[in-house]
């Protein structure tokens, strides 16, 4: 076979590898979720994306290169976890086919075609190479590009590839720091082809320049003072930890054993290459070693991420073995080398089949039904997102919602570095105005003073297992104080009111919030009536109250429990002002919880009527009535005054207002129509819209109400009046603001309709 044709036979063999490669860890990108880490790190680039600054804003304790590569995937792919896990997808294709070249030039065409496959199969680098988990394996990928050039260059001598080999190891640690470890190798690469000592430190000068200088720029365009805090700091305090060489040791030996046939086949390509004293032995034995001295210091360590540096290096050194087989079955010529190439090679083919079903199992992640539940509930309860404080970074993210800059990274690590102090917690969370707080990852729930804090001032509104979401109410909710005790136990804090008015056959929905006084005996149900005047109950819910994931049997004395209700009304209920009548009962005797107020201790029977009253609406009037006057005044939130008539009848005035609501207000506010004389009041008449019958908290958008007004005249003398109306909130008299047709704000928030003539 010519050369020319090998040389076909391999790039053509090493991009099929590459694109099946490719294709195969494509298909899966969509697998939800897998480590807390890749949260962090969309969750920093959305950040990003809102204009805040790395290390200034946003605090991380890695190096800017792996967040900077996402936000760049998210500009060409869209803001999705799948465009930051390709990114990953095509470094770890550029370390596979640099580990390839780097083979070849160590042992030979087959060889390193066996490199790929055989690292791209280890189930770890199947995970980390299509996840934004680590920067490790990024890192370890371009580095291995490096020295692929630094092979490039030994082989042709030209300077540029030694320059293209330092930039390559440049963007290597610009994303992580593990990526120096691979310039152990570049060195000795380096020293091995030497021709002599002076020509090997220029050499290495001018890589040490193609490394330093594109690296220092990139990193002083950052903020290098807040940098230096957060990821300096961290390294200096995770290198004060102490020092578990055993145990670090013993994770090494399990990682190796878990991946037993690379490790099999590794070892006897090193063997195979010490037998025939070839470079590569030197080459990957100072890789190998050096990463084995840093990860028996590291601390901590994590074993899935950083112990993946070491894949690398063993699918390069398992090459010799199998270029020995080739050479034996070409030559016919076996020695004690070919045996231990077919020791190694029959080891990787025995741990194959265990090999592909650990793949196969990481193909299709579990995708957590809590997970799922909890984006859903962000994004129906935020559908234009918030900001949450989270130690699981995905399930903000994914339901469109964003967290603290200060808080991009919340981690046990931060935390018992002493880097994230809870008084730090408490600050990002109230400074940021955080509507929700989620302990879903075990980590913030180290804390046990924060999440104490956090439960006395937010309300546990999400639960599912240990994982629990906390929120403050959330938007459209109106909030009333009630301090009112159920029992010895359970406090009625306030109540919300999220629709206070609905149609026949509609619904209502109301949110208790629970305080835990003390840890209740017995599973408590709770109820809301909606009843009328005479005390006729019309509907009603009753439910276990907060549900069976947290039923009170559970309740932790302290937390803030939110309830929620959502009662149906009857197709035939009749239209008018209800009552919400609520309160607790043992699930299994039936007996309610006697109610009393918190502050006097008087007592309320067993139930608790609520302000302010529920509507069942009327039919809605769409044509306008007919009236005298014609006007257009807007009240804030309410509606618009259109029209007026006025009329005699006996000692009375009669007004009648015509009505065109814009919202539904939640407040039954009060109209006032005031007769006035020299600026003196002399006759007036307050109520709510048509007596009572139309409360402004029934009003539908786009509906006419007519008001009839009765304003009483006996013992006023005759002459001109001027007429004044306008609303207030009957418990604060505060009036709403009116403007005229043209934007002009009306002195004192009321109408002036005009002159009233009253006769003998």
């Known amino acids: 076979m010519s050369a020319k044709l090998r040389q076909r036979l391999f790039w053509g063999g090493l991009v099929?590898?590459?694109?099946?490669?490719?294709?195969?860890?494509?298909?899966?990108?969509?697998?939800?979720?897998?480590?807390?880490?890749e949260g962090l790190y969309v969750m920093r680039v959305r950040l990003l994306q809102q204009g805040y600054a790395l290390y200034r804003d946003i605090w991380t304790d890695q190096l800017p290169g792996l967040v900077q590569i996402v936000q760049l995937a998210f500009a060409v792919g869209g803001p999705h976890v799948e465009a930051a896990r390709a990114a990953v997808v095509v470094l770890a294709g550029i370390g596979l086919v640099s580990a390839a070249l780097v083979a070849r030039r160590l042992s030979g065409d087959a060889g390193a075609l066996l490199v790929l496959p055989v690292v791209a199969i280890v189930p770890n680098y199947y995970w980390l190479s299509r996840a934004v988990v680590s920067p490790?394996?990024?890192?370890?990928?371009?580095?291995?590009?490096?020295?692929?050039l630094v092979g490039a260059y030994t082989a042709r001598r030209q300077r540029g590839w030694l320059l293209a080999s330092g930039l390559a190891m440049a963007a290597a640690l610009y994303i992580k720091a593990t990526g120096a470890l691979v310039a152990v190798p570049c060195l000795v690469w380096l020293w091995c082809e030497r021709s002599d000592v002076r020509e090997f430190w220029q050499d290495v000068l001018m890589w040490s320049l193609a490394v330093g200088l594109p690296l220092v720029t990139a990193l002083a365009l950052q903020h290098p003072a807040a940098m230096w805090e957060q990821f300096m700091g961290t390294q200096a305090t995770s290198a004060a930890l102490e020092f578990k060489l055993g145990a670090h040791a013993v994770k090494i030996g399990a990682y190796?054993?878990?991946?037993?046939?690379?490790?099999?086949?590794?070892?006897?390509?090193?063997?195979?290459?010490?037998?025939?004293?070839?470079?590569?032995?030197?080459?990957?034995?100072?890789?190998?070693?050096?990463?084995?001295?840093?990860?028996?210091?590291?601390?901590?360590?994590?074993?899935?991420?950083?112990?993946?540096?070491?894949?690398?290096?063993?699918?390069?050194?398992?090459?010799?073995?199998?270029?020995?087989?080739?050479?034996?079955?070409?030559?016919?010529?076996?020695?004690?080398?070919t045996g231990l190439g077919v020791l190694g090679l029959l080891a990787q083919l025995l741990a194959?089949?265990?090999?592909?079903?650990?793949?196969?199992?990481?193909?299709?992640?579990?995708?957590?039904?809590?997970?799922?539940?909890?984006?859903?509930?962000?994004?129906?309860?935020?559908?234009?997102?918030?900001?949450?404080?989270?130690?699981?970074h995905m399930i903000p993210f994914e339901a469109g919602s964003s967290v603290p800059p200060a808080l991009a990274t919340v981690t046990k690590k931060r935390m018992?570095?002493?880097?994230?102090?809870?008084?730090?917690?408490?600050?990002?969370?109230?400074?940021?105005?955080?509507?929700?707080?989620?302990?879903?990852?075990?980590?913030?729930?180290?804390?046990?003073?924060?999440?104490?804090?956090?439960?006395?001032?937010?309300?546990?509104?999400?639960?599912?297992?240990?994982?629990?979401?906390?929120?403050?109410?959330?938007?459209?909710?109106?909030?009333?104080?009630?301090?009112?005790?159920?029992?010895?136990?359970?406090?009625?804090?306030?109540?919300?009111?999220?629709?206070?008015?609905?149609?026949?056959?509609?619904?209502?929905?109301?949110?208790?919030?629970?305080?835990?006084?003390?840890?209740?005996?017995?599973?408590?149900?709770?109820?809301?009536?909606?009843?009328?005047?005479?005390?006729?109950?019309?509907?009603?819910?009753?439910?276990?109250a907060v549900g069976v994931e947290h039923d009170s049997t559970s309740w932790r004395v302290g937390e803030l429990i939110e309830d929620r209700y959502v009662i149906s009304i009857p197709s035939d209920a009749p239209a008018g002002e209800y009552r919400f009548s609520i309160g607790l009962y043992d699930a299994d005797t039936g007996r309610r919880l006697q109610a009393h107020l918190a502050d006097t201790g008087e007592g309320l029977g067993g139930q608790v009527t609520l302000q302010p009253r529920p509507v069942v609406r009327w039919a809605s009037v769409t044509t306008p009535p007919v009236m005298d006057e014609t006007v257009t005044y807007r009240f804030d939130g309410v509606g618009e005054l259109v029209g007026w008539s006025q009329g005699k009848d006996g000692d009375a005035l009669n007004v009648q207002l015509a009505w065109r609501a814009t919202a539904s207000p939640m407040t039954d506010y009060v109209v006032f129509s005031h007769l006035r004389q020299g600026g003196e009041l002399k006759a007036q008449h307050d109520a709510p819209p048509a007596n009572g019958s139309r409360p402004t908290t029934g009003w539908r958008e786009g509906e006419y109400i007519l008001d009839e007004r009765h304003i009483a005249t006996q013992g006023l003398s005759a002459g001109i009046y001027d007429l004044y109306v306008g609303l207030y909130h009957p418990a604060t008299g505060q009036r709403v603001g009116v403007t005229a047709a043209d934007g002009t704000a009306q002195p004192g928030d009321e109408v002036y309709l005009g002159q009233v003539v009253l006769t003998p």
């Not at 590898?17 to 969509?30: K, N, P, R, V």
């Not at 490790?136 to 692929?148: E, G, I, K, Q």
């Open 16 to 37: 099929a590898e590459l694109l099946l490669f490719l294709a195969w860890q494509g298909t899966h990108l969509g697998g939800f979720q897998w480590t807390t880490d």
């Open 136 to 148: 490790d394996l990024p890192s370890t990928s371009l580095a291995v590009a490096s020295l692929a």
């Open 256 to 337: 190796l054993r878990e991946n037993w046939g690379l490790t099999a086949l590794a070892l006897s390509g090193l063997l195979v290459g010490a037998s025939q004293k070839r470079r590569s032995l030197v080459i990957l034995g100072s890789w190998l070693a050096a990463a084995l001295a840093i990860l028996l210091v590291r601390s901590p360590m994590w074993p899935k991420h950083h112990l993946s540096i070491l894949l690398y290096p063993l699918g390069i050194a398992a090459a010799p073995a199998f270029e020995e087989l080739v050479r034996a079955m070409r030559t016919r010529r076996a020695s004690w080398a």
């Open 352 to 392: 194959l089949p265990g090999i592909v079903r650990a793949d196969a199992a990481l193909a299709a992640p579990q995708t957590y039904a809590s997970t799922q539940a909890a984006v859903t509930f962000l994004r129906e309860r935020y559908p234009e997102g918030t900001v949450v404080v989270s130690d699981y």
């Open 416 to 544: 018992q570095l002493g880097l994230l102090t809870t008084e730090a917690l408490i600050q990002a969370t109230e400074q940021s105005g955080a509507q929700v707080i989620l302990l879903w990852d075990e980590q913030l729930a180290s804390d046990e003073a924060f999440t104490s804090w956090a439960r006395q001032h937010y309300a546990l509104a999400f639960k599912w297992g240990y994982h629990e979401i906390l929120c403050l109410p959330p938007p459209g909710e109106v909030l009333y104080e009630a301090n009112v005790d159920l029992g010895s136990a359970v406090r009625l804090e306030r109540y919300g009111i999220r629709r206070l008015a609905t149609d026949p056959g509609g619904e209502l929905e109301l949110t208790l919030y629970w305080r835990v006084l003390a840890s209740p005996e017995q599973k408590l149900c709770g109820f809301v009536h909606v009843v009328n005047d005479a005390g006729d109950k019309i509907a009603q819910q009753d439910q276990l």
